[in-house]
């Protein structure tokens, strides 16, 4: 019984300072609490053949992504302690998978963009970040006909590797 009571007495203070002192679905990664609200100017596009709706597209990607997978607030007045800014450099199709004929079974869409992140608060830094990401489709379809499910599953990842580099710094 006096084993008991011991055991009772030490276990009661390590379960209380085990239990989680609070509890949120919002990861803030090794982001500053300084950061407060973030901004994204328009991606702009200086790839020859990407489309000219893309830019935009990429930008409210990024801005949603941002917004509900972080504590981070959208400030609309191009301000904040986060800025993002980016160029897509390269909107290009690839054929891979080359068979003995010489033709392709597979073609491949790649888009680049560079962005740099400026940060305002605690101080100032700049950090830059190039992307590429790429999805492959059969080269018996028409890219007309998949371009609109491919751009979704690129900007995902794109949108993915911004929050990647805020929550981490890596």
């Excluded at 990861?27 to 709706?53: R, T, Y």
């Excluded at 800014?85 to 790649?110: E, F, H, K, M």
């Excluded at 492959?136 to 990842?157: G, H, K, P, R, Y």
């Amino acid at each position: 019984m006096n084993k008991r009571i011991v055991f009772i007495v030490f276990l009661i203070p390590v379960l209380f300072a085990c239990w989680p002192s609070s509890v949120g679905f919002k990861d803030a990664g090794s982001m500053p609490e300084e950061w407060k609200s973030f901004s994204v100017d328009m991606i702009e596009n200086s790839a020859p053949n990407c489309p000219l709706s893309y830019g935009p597209q990429i930008t409210e990607r990024i801005k949603d992504a941002v917004q509900n997978n972080t504590r981070l607030a959208l400030n609309t007045d191009n301000g904040g302690e986060v800025e993002i800014s980016g160029n897509i450099t390269g909107y290009d199709v690839a054929p891979i998978a080359i068979q003995q004929d010489d033709n392709a079974t597979q073609n491949r869409l790649t888009i680049r963009i560079n962005f740099q992140i400026n940060i305002n608060e605690p101080e100032s830094e700049s950090m830059p970040l190039a992307v590429s990401r790429f999805a492959d489709f059969e080269s018996n379809v028409n890219l007309a006909s998949v371009e609109t499910q491919l751009i979704e599953e690129i900007n995902e990842q794109i949108a993915q590797d911004v929050i990647n580099k805020l929550l981490s710094n890596w």
